[in-house]
C-alpha cells in the first residue's frame, strides 16, 4: 500500500466554501456600489468596494486551511498538518493503540496511544461540529479507518516488536 492522503469533512468543506465566499464577494461588492454610485452619484458608497479584497483574502485563507489540514497514512507510520503547524509524523512501532472517537460528546477526533504513554491528537482529523455536538464525517470516517488497519496491518507484519 503506498501512502494516501486523507481530508476530513470539515476540511473538504473550507476547500469549497473558500472559493465560494470569494465569488459572492466579487459578484456581490463589485456591481452593486457601481449601480449606487451610477443612481446616485455618491462617492461614498464606492467604499463598499473595500470590501471585495476581504472577502477574496478571506475566501483563499478558508480554501489554505482546507488544503493544507491532510493526514498521510503509509505502511510504516501515520503523518498531518494543519494549516499552522509544521508536518508531523508518527511511526506505527512507536503506536500502541488508535482511539476512535464517534460519539457527539468527548474527544473531537482521532488519538494515537504511544508506547511511552503518550497520547498524541491527530490535529488535521476531527469531527465535524455541529448543532448539540460532534459528527463523525464520512472524510472524518474513512481517514480513521485507514489509520486503524494500517496500524493493525503493521503490527500483523512485526509481531515481536514491542
Not at 466554501?17 to 459572492?24: D, H, N, Q, S, T
Not at 483563499?60 to 509524523?89: C, I, K, M, P, Y
Request: glycine letters at 10%; charged letters at 15%.
Amino acid at each position: 500500500m503506498s501512502a494516501r492522503t486523507y481530508r476530513s469533512g470539515s476540511a473538504t468543506m473550507l476547500r469549497v466554501v473558500g472559493p465560494l465566499i470569494a465569488v459572492v464577494d466579487i459578484l456581490v461588492f463589485v456591481p452593486l456600489p457601481v449601480l449606487l454610485w451610477l443612481s446616485s452619484e455618491d462617492a461614498s458608497v464606492l467604499l463598499m468596494l473595500l470590501f471585495v479584497p476581504i472577502g477574496v483574502i478571506a475566501g483563499v485563507l478558508l480554501f489554505l486551511a482546507g488544503q493544507r489540514s491532510s493526514v498521510t497514512v503509509s505502511t510504516e507510520d501515520v503523518s498531518w498538518r494543519t494549516l499552522t503547524s509544521a508536518r508531523r509524523t508518527v511511526p506505527f512501532s512507536a503506536v500502541r493503540g488508535v482511539e476512535v472517537p464517534t460519539a457527539r460528546r468527548g474527544p473531537t477526533g482521532v488519538r494515537l496511544h504511544l508506547l511511552d504513554g503518550n497520547i498524541v491528537a491527530v490535529g488535521a482529523l476531527a469531527m465535524s461540529s455541529g448543532e448539540g455536538g460532534n459528527s463523525a464525517d464520512g472524510g472524518y470516517l474513512r481517514a480513521a479507518q485507514a489509520i486503524t488497519a494500517a496500524h493493525a496491518a503493521w503490527w500483523a507484519r512485526h509481531p515481536g516488536h514491542r
